[in-house]
């Protein structure tokens, strides 16, 4: 097992302020990631990562679909070069529906998808996808064409949460991959490495 530069919180000494953010993302993911063993050692400054990270993802206000939205966070991720956060959300779109996160797509659709070649299910997503591209690639990139047909498929609150999106995995990418967190040992065994 791959260890982290610096030491994770044990789990004896998680903050009892976090439990109640902490406790349902357990539930949700089915063990505590390592990124979030490091948060742990500034509370003050995970707490509302972590629900940032759900209003942004899971919310019941949101406005995009949260399908579509792990698959543009995996896209977003992959061009970010967030090998940690691919994994993270591409296991999600792998595994069993019926959990409180899976889509049961295939390993060859998730490629097809991170590597550009999927169909878009439709035109909005294929906006959404051309946006996620461009904004992740470089944020000034994203071109008046990208935006019309935006305009075109979605509406002014779903444009802003799309952009959240980006901007989010954007930071999260950034603090992962700089510490290094090491991939947790599960996904490692499924992925056959």
């Excluded at 530069?5 to 004896?12: A, H, L, R, T």
């Excluded at 349902?24 to 990562?49: D, T, W």
């Excluded at 992959?78 to 049961?104: F, P």
């Excluded at 797509?105 to 070649?117: C, E, F, K, P, Y």
């Amino acid at each position: 097992m791959t260890e982290p530069f610096i030491p994770y919180v044990e789990e004896d000494d998680y903050p009892e302020a976090l439990m109640p953010v902490l406790g349902p993302y357990k539930e949700r993911m089915g063990f505590v990631p390592n990124a979030l063993k490091l948060y742990m050692h500034r509370p003050e400054i995970c707490e509302p990562l972590w629900k940032l990270n759900s209003m942004v993802m899971r919310d019941p206000s949101s406005t995009l679909d949260q399908f579509l939205k792990r698959k543009l966070a995996s896209v977003a991720s992959h061009i970010n070069d967030s090998e940690y956060c691919v994994m993270h959300n591409t296991a999600m779109l792998k595994a069993a529906g019926g959990g409180a996160e899976g889509w049961d797509m295939d390993a060859g659709a998730v490629t097809a998808l991170l590597d550009g070649a999927a169909e878009p299910a439709d035109e909005a997503e294929a906006a959404c996808l051309a946006f996620v591209r461009a904004a992740s690639e470089n944020p000034s990139g994203v071109t008046a064409e990208i935006l019309a047909e935006l305009k075109q498929h979605l509406t002014p609150p779903q444009i802003v949460e799309l952009a959240c999106v980006v901007g989010f995995w954007k930071m999260y990418n950034c603090i992962h991959e700089s510490l290094h967190v090491p991939i947790e040992e599960h996904f490692l065994k499924e992925d056959g490495e």
